[in-house]
Every structure is written in structure tokens, then in C-alpha cells.
């Protein structure tokens, strides 16, 4: 057996016409979501894996095997790379019943076999009976979108390129589509890449997330190490964090092993402005009076109705005293925006549900806990327009 990497491994570089530059990996089985704003790059990197652009200079391995190699001049043309690929649009033949638009993908195959094969792989993507016989016009957005995961799934592909596929399915059909995707990763076991604008979709159905921006990858990570632990501020944001702030990095602390993070309302602050002190983990990486940003996970941050006495003498909790400022109610969740009573301007936003739920009013005052081994701090670079207030 080769000791080649399974699974897909890219490593692009390019600067005209468009800047492209990073690299990621995803392993057999596993699904792979690129995430970024319009014009981040993804679809263009989606074509690179696909053979329909070629890059200044990259690499690509798939399931061992070299697809793409240009300082040997290795460029493997889309027919010759085993690709599957579903568009947001299906791209389906409207003059084809679902049977025959997947039967294209299996002209490799005896005439009278393709039938047979193609009505196999409808199947294995839960469409049977009359709706195989169906034209796309006849079908719904969900059922198109199956016909079109078939037709990928029918060439055997070695790599599944997947761009925005859900996007145009109503909800209730997407809920299903994403089943199917979890099956398929199982049955499969080849590398999925995934684009898509839904950032809850990405973190629920990525084993790995990449953070593309100006065409470049600012972060590769499973979804929730990239949560916990976004790179910059500028992954933070597009990741969709919310509890994203600003503050001071003051230095070690009195206490072994943890620092001083002053927590300021507005970026430029400085060091005289008033806000807590929250001792954390110091990990040595950032220096005295540097201004910093920093994120805390939803699941470190508990609403409480009563002060929550049993987290008072506890060195990794904080515990803050809060009123509700906003309250919007979503369904079976609500979405609280907590000020802090005790500093005017710096405010938590959580998502509540379940028994903390009921009762909350505008103008009601709370406590919340912070779990303090789960701020996350990140230098601000000067190139953020960010003042250090060591200057000041
Ligand atoms: N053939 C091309 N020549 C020059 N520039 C291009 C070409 N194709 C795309 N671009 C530009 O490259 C950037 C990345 O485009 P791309 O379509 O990959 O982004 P995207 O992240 O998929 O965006 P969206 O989410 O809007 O689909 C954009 O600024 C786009 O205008």
C-alpha cells in the first residue's frame, strides 16, 4: 500500500486573476466546509479541485493519487479527475426524466445497464417509484437536488465537491438532505467539500471547518476548536461569533499561572478606561498593555436567575450582575442581550431556551457566570487601525 496522504490534500498559490493562496486537507469520509463572505474565494477553490481552473502553482492529492502537480507540470483535466459535483442549482437536463439525467453519468456502462444502474443510485438516495420518472419540473427543489447527488455519486467520484447544495431547498427538505448527507459520508468514505453562506449549517454538519477570505484560508479547524479558538478577530467575525470584545492585555496576574485581561467597551479605550479585570489563563504569548480582542463560547456563559452562590468561590468563574436590555423571541428560543450593571456599554448576547426561559422581561436583572478557561484572546495587529495603548 502506498504511503501517499489518503483523503484530499491542496496547496494552492496563485495571485492573478484573482489572489488564491492556502492550504487544507480532508480526510476520507470526512466533510470539509468552506466558509467566507461573497467573493472569499470558495467557489474558485471548488474549481481548482474540480480541474475547471488551473492555479499559478499548487498541489493536489486524492485518495493517494496526484491530480495536480504544477511545478511537474501535473494538471489533471476534469475528465480525468474523478469528481462529483452538485450545484445549488441542480443543473439538471429539463428534458430528462430524473432516470436519464443520471443514467448521462454512467455512458461507461452497456446501454441496457445504465437504466438499471442509474434507477440503483436514485435508490441509494431515497427516490423510487413514480417520481424517477418524473422530469425536474415535476419534482421539488429537495427531490431535484437528490437526482443531482445521484448523478455525482453515479461517476464513483474519489472527491465530492458539494457548492451550496441546500441553499435553494425550502427547510424541511434540507432538514431530510442533510440526513442523507450524513449517510452517504458513512457509505462513501471519501473526502466532501461543502461551500456554503449558512454558518449553522457549517458548524453542524462540518467535521472541518476552513475560514476563506480574499481568497485566502485564514483558519483550518474542526468547528468548534475554530469557535473556541478563532485565529483573529477577523475569523471570529466571520465565523459569527457573538460574544466577541474588546480589551487590554494587562499581564501575568497575582496568581500563578494567570493573567490580567481588562475587558473595555470600545477598542480604543486605553488603559485608564474602567472595566472589569478578569484573571485567565496566561499563556505567555502576549505582551504587557497590548490591546487585544477576545471571544467566550456560548457554552461558558450560564444565565442565572438568583446570584448564583455556589459559583462565588470559585477562582475560574466570574460572575456578573446583568439586565436585560433586548429580548427577542425566535420560535422556541430567545435571543437576550444582557448589559452589564455594573459597567454601561459591555454586554453579552446569549441564546436561551428550556426552563430559563420563561419570565425574562426587559429591564430584569440576572446574573451570569463565565467560565474563565474559556476566554479566548487574540493580539490586535496594527494593521487592524487599532491603537496600542502601551502608546498612550
Ligand atoms: N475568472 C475570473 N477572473 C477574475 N476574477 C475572478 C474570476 N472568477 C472569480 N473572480 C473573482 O474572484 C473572487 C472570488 O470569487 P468566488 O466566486 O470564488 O467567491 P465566492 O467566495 O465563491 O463568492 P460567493 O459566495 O459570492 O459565491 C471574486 O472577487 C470574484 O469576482
Given at each position: 500500500?502506498?504511503?501517499?496522504?489518503?483523503?484530499?490534500?491542496?496547496?494552492?498559490?496563485?495571485?492573478?486573476?484573482?489572489?488564491?493562496?492556502?492550504?487544507?486537507?480532508?480526510?476520507?469520509?470526512?466533510?470539509?466546509?468552506?466558509?467566507?463572505?461573497?467573493?472569499?474565494?470558495?467557489?474558485?477553490?471548488?474549481?481548482?479541485?474540480?480541474?475547471?481552473?488551473?492555479?499559478?502553482?499548487?498541489?493536489?492529492?486524492?485518495?493517494?493519487?496526484?491530480?495536480?502537480?504544477?511545478?511537474?507540470?501535473?494538471?489533471?483535466?476534469?475528465?480525468?479527475?474523478?469528481?462529483?459535483?452538485?450545484?445549488?442549482?441542480?443543473?439538471?437536463?429539463?428534458?430528462?426524466?430524473?432516470?436519464?439525467?443520471?443514467?448521462?453519468?454512467?455512458?461507461?456502462?452497456?446501454?441496457?445497464?445504465?437504466?438499471?444502474?442509474?434507477?440503483?443510485?436514485?435508490?441509494?438516495?431515497?427516490?423510487?417509484?413514480?417520481?424517477?420518472?418524473?422530469?425536474?419540473?415535476?419534482?421539488?427543489?429537495?427531490?431535484?437536488?437528490?437526482?443531482?447527488?445521484?448523478?455525482?455519486?453515479?461517476?464513483?467520484?474519489?472527491?465530492?465537491?458539494?457548492?451550496?447544495?441546500?441553499?435553494?431547498?425550502?427547510?424541511?427538505?434540507?432538514?431530510?438532505?442533510?440526513?442523507?448527507?450524513?449517510?452517504?459520508?458513512?457509505?462513501?468514505?471519501?473526502?466532501?467539500?461543502?461551500?456554503?453562506?449558512?454558518?449553522?449549517?457549517?458548524?453542524?454538519?462540518?467535521?472541518?471547518?476552513?475560514?476563506?477570505?480574499?481568497?485566502?484560508?485564514?483558519?483550518?479547524?474542526?468547528?468548534?476548536?475554530?469557535?473556541?479558538?478563532?485565529?483573529?478577530?477577523?475569523?471570529?467575525?466571520?465565523?459569527?461569533?457573538?460574544?466577541?470584545?474588546h480589551g487590554v492585555?494587562?499581564?501575568?496576574?497575582?496568581?500563578?499561572?494567570?493573567?490580567?485581561?481588562r475587558w473595555l467597551s470600545?477598542?480604543?479605550d486605553?488603559?485608564?478606561a474602567a472595566g472589569p479585570v478578569?484573571?485567565?489563563?496566561?499563556?505567555?504569548?502576549?505582551?504587557?498593555?497590548?490591546?487585544?480582542?477576545?471571544?467566550?463560547?456560548?457554552?461558558?456563559?450560564?444565565?442565572?436567575?438568583?446570584?448564583?452562590?455556589?459559583?462565588?468561590?470559585?477562582?475560574?468563574?466570574?460572575?456578573?450582575?446583568?439586565?436585560?436590555?433586548?429580548?427577542?423571541?425566535?420560535?422556541?428560543?430567545?435571543?437576550?442581550?444582557?448589559?452589564l450593571?455594573?459597567h454601561?456599554g459591555l454586554?453579552?448576547?446569549?441564546?436561551?431556551?428550556?426552563?430559563?426561559?420563561?419570565?425574562?422581561?426587559?429591564?430584569?436583572?440576572?446574573?451570569?457566570?463565565?467560565?474563565?478557561?474559556?476566554?479566548?484572546?487574540?493580539?490586535?495587529?496594527?494593521?487592524?487601525?487599532?491603537?496600542?495603548?502601551?502608546?498612550?
Amino acid at each position: 500500500m502506498s504511503n501517499a496522504p489518503q483523503g484530499l490534500v491542496l496547496n494552492v498559490n496563485q495571485a492573478h486573476p484573482m489572489r488564491l493562496k492556502g492550504a487544507f486537507s480532508c480526510r476520507p469520509g470526512e466533510l470539509l466546509v468552506l466558509v467566507g463572505p461573497s467573493g472569499a474565494g470558495k467557489s474558485s477553490m471548488l474549481r481548482v479541485m474540480a480541474g475547471l481552473m488551473r492555479p499559478d502553482s499548487g498541489l493536489m492529492q486524492v485518495q493517494g493519487e496526484v491530480w495536480m502537480d504544477l511545478q511537474s507540470g501535473v494538471f489533471k483535466t476534469p475528465q480525468e479527475r474523478r469528481v462529483g459535483l452538485v450545484f445549488q442549482d441542480y443543473a439538471l437536463m429539463p428534458h430528462l426524466t430524473a432516470i436519464d439525467n443520471v443514467a448521462l453519468a454512467l455512458m461507461h456502462l452497456r446501454p441496457a445497464q445504465r437504466r438499471h444502474a442509474a434507477i440503483e443510485w436514485l435508490g441509494r438516495v431515497k427516490l423510487t417509484g413514480d417520481e424517477i420518472h418524473r422530469k425536474p419540473a415535476a419534482l421539488s427543489g429537495g427531490q431535484q437536488q437528490r437526482v443531482a447527488m445521484a448523478r455525482a455519486l453515479a461517476r464513483r467520484p474519489q472527491l465530492l465537491l458539494l457548492d451550496e447544495p441546500f441553499s435553494a431547498v425550502d427547510s424541511m427538505n434540507r432538514q431530510a438532505l442533510y440526513g442523507l448527507l450524513a449517510d452517504l459520508r458513512q457509505a462513501l468514505n471519501i473526502p466532501m467539500v461543502l461551500v456554503t453562506h449558512d454558518l449553522q449549517e457549517a458548524r453542524h454538519l462540518g467535521d472541518k471547518l476552513v475560514v476563506l477570505d480574499g481568497g485566502e484560508v485564514l483558519q483550518e479547524g474542526a468547528p468548534a476548536e475554530v469557535h473556541q479558538r478563532p485565529r483573529n478577530s477577523r475569523v471570529a467575525d466571520l465565523v459569527g461569533i457573538q460574544n466577541r470584545f474588546h480589551g487590554v492585555w494587562l499581564g501575568p496576574g497575582p496568581a500563578d499561572g494567570r493573567g490580567q485581561l481588562r475587558w473595555l467597551s470600545k477598542p480604543d479605550d486605553g488603559l485608564d478606561a474602567a472595566g472589569p479585570v478578569l484573571q485567565v489563563l496566561d499563556k505567555g504569548k502576549i505582551p504587557a498593555n497590548f490591546p487585544v480582542s477576545w471571544v467566550v463560547h456560548p457554552d461558558a456563559l450560564e444565565l442565572h436567575h438568583t446570584l448564583p452562590v455556589h459559583r462565588l468561590g470559585d477562582a475560574s468563574v466570574e460572575v456578573f450582575p446583568v439586565e436585560v436590555l433586548q429580548l427577542r423571541d425566535l420560535g422556541e428560543l430567545s435571543l437576550v442581550e444582557l448589559g452589564l450593571s455594573e459597567h454601561v456599554g459591555l454586554r453579552f448576547r446569549l441564546v436561551v431556551s428550556g426552563p430559563q426561559r420563561p419570565g425574562l422581561h426587559r429591564g430584569q436583572s440576572l446574573w451570569v457566570s463565565m467560565n474563565l478557561q474559556s476566554v479566548h484572546i487574540m493580539p490586535k495587529k496594527a494593521d487592524q487601525n487599532l491603537v496600542d495603548v502601551s502608546k498612550n
